[in-house]
């Protein structure tokens, strides 16, 4: 979705080492889903976010909110193997009611 | 059921064919969603499905798309007359309610129409 821009595209990050990804959109959130996927695998669910402000944390992932910005980053602290996959943020727009548009995805390699 | 499932897991057709993929919600969801997710593209919405209510069919992208769900329970989603751009890997997801809540994905059926 042009409305929802992830960065970066990619990236490669050595075990151990923290990463952010961003998303940012060009509408009005109502809501921010994060969700990781592996190849050939449905999504899992990471967290949801619907308040200005608001952040979860869970294990070593920590998403924040930024409603001034209409803007969402996810952080891996001291990246894992198991953090690999593709990460995509989901929005539901006002209007939308639970129809959520998709960024493109973020690919994350770690490294030994 | 624990979770989301779908089926089948692959599904190979020739053009021009009719396929039904089906989706088996977890139980008490009362929300049910179909996306499609082609090779190098993001994930779209199709249908959405919401208790009793009218479908919102407004992600469909033609009328050989369709989709039914009895009661909260199973989805069907039907593509009659396949073509080759409808390869993809179609994803069905449920929550509690619409709105702000959980989505669950299923794992997905990936369809190749050759």
């Known amino acids: 979705s042009q409305e929802l821009e992830q960065s970066p595209q990619s990236l490669i990050v050595q075990e151990g080492k923290n990463l952010t990804i961003n998303c940012t959109s060009s509408k009005t959130l109502y809501g921010l889903y994060w969700y990781k996927q592996k190849y050939g695998e449905g999504l899992i669910f990471l967290m949801m976010l619907q308040k200005g402000g608001e952040e979860k944390s869970h294990e070593k992932i920590t998403a924040k909110l930024d409603e001034k910005k209409q803007q969402s980053s996810l952080h891996i602290t001291a990246s894992q193997p198991s953090h690999a996959g593709i990460y995509l943020c989901?929005?539901?727009?006002?209007?939308?009611?639970?129809?959520?548009?998709f960024g493109a995805g973020t690919q994350v390699v770690v490294t030994p | 059921g624990a979770g989301v499932s779908q089926s089948p897991s692959n599904k190979v057709t020739e053009k021009g064919k009719d396929v039904e993929l089906r989706c088996d919600p977890i139980s008490g969801h009362t929300a049910l969603y179909w996306y499609r997710q082609r090779l190098g593209q993001g994930l779209e919405f199709l249908i959405y499905f919401q208790g009793n209510s009218a479908p919102d069919k407004s992600g469909l992208p033609s009328d050989r798309f369709s989709a039914e769900r009895t009661g909260e329970s199973v989805s069907t989603l039907t593509i009659q007359r396949t073509q080759q751009e409808d390869s993809a890997v179609y994803l069905c997801?449920?929550?509690?309610?619409?709105?702000?809540?959980?989505?669950?994905f299923g794992p997905g059926t990936r369809l190749t129409v050759t």
């Open positions: 989901g929005a539901d727009f006002t209007d939308s009611w639970g129809k959520l548009q």
């Open positions: 997801a449920s929550s509690s309610y619409s709105g702000l809540y959980e989505q669950y």
